[in-house]
């Protein structure tokens, strides 16, 4: 063969195989417009019905059993493909459901309608036609819809992956198994039950769990674990009702004053956690901080995305911050603001809040040591509403609920998952992955970890500035094309999880 005829055929190739993928990223990117469409709010079970027809439909396009698992909340959907009765089986955990939507804080008119975008010079993103989105794709591109990145763009990059595979004519390298959740974003309350009672469904050899975004680097990422999550209100009182700030300030208690003063003796400027025992138990070993350190974050970056001078000082790092137990408070309520301010001492203070869990653990000793803090500020705490004689007969009350919680799960990273993993996608991309002990926010999986005692690992593959849960939420191009490239990774390396392997 001449050496202008190879150039030619190499050409050719090129041009054949850059093309296949561009057509397939096309289709998958229509494929995701078409799933973000149809409304998943997890709090209309309707809703969820809609997006389980959809997918169930979809998987089983691709040779996938499919059953509707029902539970005492949304149902959730099971999707298995044996090939060999011998080999290991891989469980994949994903969700299809939802945060709610307010479309007034949307920059579309439907939040459920994607649209495309792309950024301008002042980093302003604007609507383009999907007319535009011809071959070759631009990566930076984006498609803004709620759920485009959390979690409906893995899902698709599963089933095109599992498309590739029968297109290039090769067979999964272990048996599969999918479970779909539908009340991710409630905190999946039914889920623990779930598991007790499709336990014999859900036996695999390993997990991976596709939910939550990537180094902000954009690089291949694993993660050995997530934060759990117990949320607490507090309230503390004043008047019986709202009285005349000129008649009675200087002598009404006022609940704002009281509840700040409370909280800032929980916390302290540096944000560290003052509740004595709130950290006992947690130990970062100087191998663990040198693995944290590892990790190419940028903290000037970091700041500039969240426009802070500097952070809080727990832990040495952004990594090691997440390896500690967190006290947030996420909103107070009392009284009017704005235009409907009035001339008030307030009858109430409330504040949520919510504790971010590492493994070492146990809600029900945090909520213990919490209470015993409030009253040593000297609260008298009440599980309802006080009543007269309680309010006459103790200064400072403060109403305390605690919800249910999630606890945190924690994969070794030196474990047989991890080293399969690390060394499936460093093959395929020719880098090592980046790897994160454990991430911030909470999957509710620990019950599908603890109970079915299987290894887990987080795969996440979507961009880190997606907008999940909030306005203009939205999924790069460019991550959803390597999303599928995982994807195929996973299903055609063989599963080892033999030690030393």
């Known amino acids: 063969m001449s050496r202008f005829t190879l150039l030619t ?39 969820i019905d809609r997006n389980i027809e959809w997918l169930s439909s979809e998987l089983e396009k691709r040779g996938l059993k499919t059953q509707i698992l029902p539970t005492d909340g949304n149902p959730l959907l099971f999707a298995e493909k044996i090939y060999d009765a011998d080999l290991p089986t891989l469980l994949f955990y994903t969700h299809l459901d939802g945060q709610p939507v307010d479309p007034r804080k949307w920059q579309q008119e439907n939040p459920y309608a994607a649209v495309l975008k792309q950024q301008d010079e002042e980093g302003n993103w604007e609507t383009i036609s999907w007319d535009q989105l011809t071959e070759p794709v631009n990566p930076e591109w984006r498609i803004f819809g709620r759920s485009a990145a959390d979690d409906k763009a893995p899902i698709i990059a599963f089933l095109f992956a599992l498309d590739r595979l029968h297109r290039e004519g090769k067979s999964g390298a272990h048996n599969i198994k999918m479970i779909v959740d539908g009340e991710e974003e409630m905190g999946s309350p039914s889920l623990s039950d779930a598991v007790d009672q499709y336990k014999h469904l859900l036996k695999a050899d390993a997990m991976i769990i ?63 956690v003052t509740i004595d025992g709130f950290y006992d138990g947690i130990n970062i070993t100087s191998e663990e901080q040198e693995i944290m350190s590892a990790v190419p974050d940028n903290p000037k970056q970091i700041n500039e995305l969240l426009q802070i001078a500097e952070p809080e000082k727990v832990g040495k790092n952004y990594q090691e911050a997440l390896q500690y137990t967190s006290f947030n408070a996420r909103g107070i309520l009392s009284g009017w603001v704005g235009s409907q301010a009035r001339t008030i001492v307030p009858d109430y203070a409330t504040v949520a809040i919510d504790i971010r869990l590492v493994p070492e653990n146990d809600p029900a000793r945090l909520l213990d040591l919490i209470k015993r803090h409030i009253e040593k500020q000297g609260y008298f705490i009440v599980d309802q509403e006080p009543t007269r004689e309680e309010r006459l007969s103790h200064s400072k009350i403060v109403f305390v609920h605690s919800s249910r919680s999630t606890l945190a799960f924690r994969t070794p990273m030196q474990s047989p998952v991890g080293n399969w993993l690390s060394a499936a996608l460093a093959e395929k991309f020719g880098q090592e ?15 599908f970890v603890t109970k079915l005692n299987v290894p887990a690992v987080i795969v996440p593959m979507v961009n880190a500035d997606n907008n999940q849960h909030s306005p203009n939420e939205n999924m790069r191009i460019g991550h959803l094309q390597k999303a599928i490239d995982i994807y195929e990774t996973l299903l055609t390396t063989p599963l080892s999880l033999k030690d030393g392997q």
């Not at 990223?25 to 998943?40: D, H, M, R, T």
């Open 210 to 272: 596709n939910d939550g975004p990537t180094h902000i680097s954009g690089d291949p990422t694993l993660i050995f674990g997530c934060r759990g999550i117990m949320t607490l209100d507090m309230t503390v009182y004043g008047p019986v009702v709202p009285q005349h700030s000129g008649h009675y300030g200087n002598y009404a208690p006022n609940p704002i004053f009281r509840l700040s003063h409370l909280l800032s003796s929980m916390k302290n400027e540096d944000g560290q």
């Open 9 to 47: 055929y190499l050409l050719l190739l090129f041009t054949y195989t850059n093309t296949k993928g561009q057509s397939e990223l096309l289709s998958a990117i229509a494929n995701l417009k078409e799933f973000v469409a149809v409304p998943n709010n997890g709090l209309n079970k309707a809703d």
């Open 433 to 447: 992955p980046i790897k994160i002990r454990m991430m911030g926010g909470t999957v509710p999986i620990t019950d």
